[in-house]
């Protein structure tokens, strides 16, 4: 059985796709007895040099793309956010199945673009949303759909998590960005990744398949990995802990907790050892227990076998005139306040080496309900030292009363670095 396919996009992915459907077609057909074929390609600058499939036409309106009637399967892999929605919500309007690698619109989106789904009895797809090529949507939406899961723990943004490792070797923040640029892992303008909202963007959208929740990407708590120096990665490895710029969900109590930040954990936690541009997630779930999923989260290649594997299930579902999953949200739930979260705290100071200072934040830290787990001290020149205090577990509330204070009553002490122990629930 042949279908035919819109592509929109010939970048890192959209090549990907052509050249996995390509160099594997004759397994695909053999595995599956599907056959498919590129019959439209849109892109955008009409100066760019291209190698099309073969038969394919190629077209910079996106409108003559959704509405040839020979296209079968739109698969949008363009990016961006305005155009990517109309893409989608025209395919699936004129009864189209989609394929999208977009996390930008299934995180903003989500419940438009899946009640167009549902309305014009079309598939959509999304598995290169979250985690490149590693397989997370359709496991958890078929293999691990009985389960209650209570918590979900990763590592979804390669530029960060190869930023840090890197820092873990030693190398300063820009100096590893750069190489991050050099290797293609960090784009041009890398502020979506190093602030967290790459990865906030994947967290919203596996949350809300993970527990079964409408989560909006506005209520995940975002910092990114800016700011933080190598000394901060190497004082956390003489601790025992690796950082690593972490996504987690946790349902506590009948509340959503969401957070995107980089946090210690223990050296010995798998996630510790997931390096470079690696990517990984870590869900418990009440029957399954733990289970890992990890790979590349991203890139031409990895990002394609997901593409590749949503259009051979759209093209299943065709064959077999019924539809996929859908969106399986059913209820709203609360998302819990970040002041309200409890966990330890690594808080690294530069102080003037004057005596008390020490004894001074210790007291106005302890006064405030901030307990002092482990402190280090090192001289640093002109009369500094740098202390790094690790909390016992304490509510973000009270951590961030405490810091005001020590602010308002201790001269001479500067916050450089504020991190965060990944909790009890998250390991
Ligand atoms: N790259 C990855 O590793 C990766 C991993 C997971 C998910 N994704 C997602 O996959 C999507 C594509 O990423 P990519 O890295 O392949 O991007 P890319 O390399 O920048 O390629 C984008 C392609 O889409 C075309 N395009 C962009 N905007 C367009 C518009 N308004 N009208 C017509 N054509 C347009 C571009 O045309 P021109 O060729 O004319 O510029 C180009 O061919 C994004 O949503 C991204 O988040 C990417």
């Given at each position: 059985?042949?279908?035919?396919?819109?592509?929109?996009?010939?970048?890192t992915?959209?090549?990907g796709?052509?050249?996995?459907l390509?160099?594997?077609?004759?397994?695909?057909?053999?595995?599956?007895?599907?056959?498919?074929?590129?019959?439209?390609?849109?892109?955008?600058?009409?100066?760019?040099?291209?190698?099309?499939?073969?038969?394919?036409?190629?077209?910079f309106?996106?409108?003559?793309l959704?509405?040839?009637?020979?296209?079968?399967?739109?698969?949008?892999?363009m990016?961006?956010?305005?155009?990517?929605?109309?893409?989608?919500?025209?395919?699936?309007?004129?009864?189209?199945?989609?394929?999208?690698?977009?996390?930008?619109?299934?995180?903003?989106?989500?419940?438009?673009?899946?009640?167009?789904a549902r309305?014009?009895?079309?598939?959509?797809?999304?598995?290169?949303?979250?985690g490149?090529?590693?397989?997370?949507?359709?496991?958890?939406?078929?293999?691990?759909?009985?389960?209650?899961?209570?918590s979900?723990?990763g590592?979804?943004?390669?530029?960060?998590?190869?930023?840090?490792?890197?820092?873990?070797?030693?190398?300063?923040?820009?100096?590893?960005?750069?190489e991050?640029q050099?290797?293609?892992?960090?784009?041009a303008?890398?502020?979506?990744?190093?602030?967290?909202?790459?990865?906030?963007r994947?967290?919203?959208?596996?949350?809300?398949?993970?527990?079964?929740?409408?989560?909006?990407?506005?209520?995940?708590?975002?910092?990114?990995?800016?700011?933080?120096?190598?000394?901060?990665?190497?004082y956390?490895?003489?601790?025992?802990?690796?950082?690593?710029p972490?996504?987690m969900?946790?349902?506590l109590?009948?509340?959503?907790?969401?957070r995107?930040?980089?946090?210690?954990?223990?050296?010995?936690?798998?996630?510790?050892?997931?390096?470079?541009?690696?990517?990984?997630?870590?869900?418990?779930g009440?029957?399954?227990?733990?289970?890992?999923?990890?790979g590349?989260?991203?890139?031409?290649?990895?990002?394609?076998?997901?593409?590749?594997?949503?259009?051979?299930?759209?093209?299943?579902?065709?064959?077999?005139?019924?539809?996929?999953?859908?969106?399986?949200?059913?209820?709203?739930?609360?998302?819990?306040?970040?002041?309200?979260?409890?966990?330890?705290?690594?808080l690294?100071?530069?102080?003037?080496?004057?005596?008390?200072?020490?004894?001074r934040?210790?007291s106005?830290?302890?006064a405030?309900?901030?307990?002092?787990h482990?402190?280090?001290?090192?001289?640093?020149?002109?009369?500094?030292?740098?202390?790094?205090?690790?909390?016992?577990?304490?509510?973000?509330?009270?951590?961030?009363e405490?810091?005001?204070?020590?602010?308002?009553?201790?001269?001479?002490?500067?916050?450089?670095?504020h991190?965060?122990?990944?909790?009890?629930?998250?390991?």
């Amino acid at each position: 059985m042949k279908f035919k396919l819109g592509l929109c996009g010939l970048g890192t992915v959209g090549r990907g796709v052509v050249d996995m459907l390509t160099r594997n077609g004759r397994t695909i057909a053999e595995r599956t007895g599907l056959e498919f074929s590129v019959t439209r390609v849109l892109v955008r600058d009409p100066a760019k040099e291209r190698d099309l499939p073969p038969g394919a036409r190629l077209t910079f309106d996106y409108r003559e793309l959704i509405e040839d009637p020979e296209v079968d399967i739109v698969v949008e892999v363009m990016g961006g956010r305005d155009t990517a929605l109309e893409v989608i919500l025209g395919a699936l309007r004129g009864g189209k199945s989609v394929v999208t690698a977009n996390k930008e619109v299934m995180a903003s989106f989500g419940p438009e673009v899946f009640a167009a789904a549902r309305e014009h009895g079309a598939d959509l797809f999304f598995e290169a949303s979250v985690g490149g090529g590693i397989p997370l949507i359709r496991p958890l939406k078929q293999c691990l759909v009985g389960n209650e899961v209570s918590s979900l723990l990763g590592i979804l943004n390669g530029t960060s998590n190869y930023i840090l490792t890197r820092m873990a070797a030693g190398v300063e923040f820009s100096a590893a960005l750069r190489e991050a640029q050099q290797r293609g892992y960090a784009e041009a303008d890398p502020r979506a990744d190093l602030e967290g909202h790459d990865a906030a963007r994947k967290l919203a959208i596996l949350a809300a398949v993970a527990f079964g929740a409408r989560v909006k990407v506005q209520e995940v708590y975002t910092e990114g990995i800016g700011g933080l120096e190598a000394r901060d990665v190497e004082y956390a490895a003489r601790l025992g802990w690796a950082v690593k710029p972490l996504v987690m969900g946790d349902m506590l109590e009948g509340r959503l907790s969401l957070r995107v930040y980089p946090a210690l954990l223990p050296l010995s936690h798998p996630l510790a050892k997931v390096d470079g541009a690696f990517n990984a997630v870590l869900l418990e779930g009440d029957f399954v227990g733990r289970t890992l999923f990890y790979g590349q989260g991203a890139g031409g290649a990895p990002t394609a076998s997901a593409v590749v594997g949503d259009i051979i299930e759209a093209a299943r579902n065709r064959l077999n005139g019924h539809n996929g999953v859908g969106c399986t949200c059913r209820c709203e739930v609360q998302v819990a306040d970040m002041a309200e979260h409890v966990c330890q705290h690594y808080l690294r100071f530069v102080a003037r080496d004057v005596p008390g200072v020490l004894g001074r934040a210790a007291s106005v830290l302890g006064a405030c309900g901030v307990n002092i787990h482990s402190v280090l001290q090192t001289p640093l020149e002109r009369g500094e030292a740098e202390l790094v205090f690790v909390t016992h577990p304490v509510r973000e509330g009270s951590l961030r009363e405490a810091l005001a204070e020590l602010r308002r009553e201790v001269s001479g002490l500067t916050l450089r670095t504020h991190l965060r122990l990944a909790g009890v629930a998250e390991l």
